[in-house]
Nanobody, 129 residues
Framework: QVQLVDSGGGLVQPGGSLKLSCATF????????MGWFRQAAGKERLFLAA????????YYADSVKGRFTISRDNAKNTVYLQMNSLKPEDTAIYYC??????????????????????WGQGTQVTVSS
């Protein structure tokens, strides 16, 4: 059974930076992808970024491309989301997740939250003056 623990959220001013972490326990065998999503109050859960664990291939949502960077640390079984130039509209609960489907692996279904099997508990990010 896979367990994900995401952390690093907090309060930051517009234009500031924040780095989220997602520690993975019981990582599944075979090919898989780690992703980051966010969900604002009253809104649907939206894809942000994903990384293929074994070869470091990454995918990004257009809304965060150039501002957010996803990365991994194999030794620590941890994935990160570096967030720069934060805006008030970035305020949301941020979740990490794991996907094993081929559609996610090949960069086709990676934006669909329903394709991800395991989720972290979420960490709150608030961007405000």
């Amino acid at each position: 059974q896979v367990q994900l623990v995401d952390s690093g959220g907090g309060l930051v001013q517009p234009g500031g930076s924040l780095k989220l972490s997602c520690a993975t326990f019981g990582r599944p065998f075979g090919i898989y992808v780690m992703g980051w999503f966010r969900q604002a109050a009253g809104k649907e859960r939206l894809f942000l970024a994903a990384i293929r664990w074994i070869d470091d291939i990454t995918y990004y949502a257009d809304s965060v491309k150039g501002r957010f960077t996803i990365s991994r640390d194999n030794a620590k079984n941890t994935v990160y989301l570096q967030m720069n130039s934060l805006k008030p509209e970035d305020t949301a609960i941020y979740y990490c997740a794991t996907a094993t489907s081929l559609s996610v692996w090949h960069g086709r279904g990676h934006r669909d939250a329903n394709e991800y099997e395991y989720w972290g508990q979420g960490t709150q990010v608030t961007v405000s003056s």
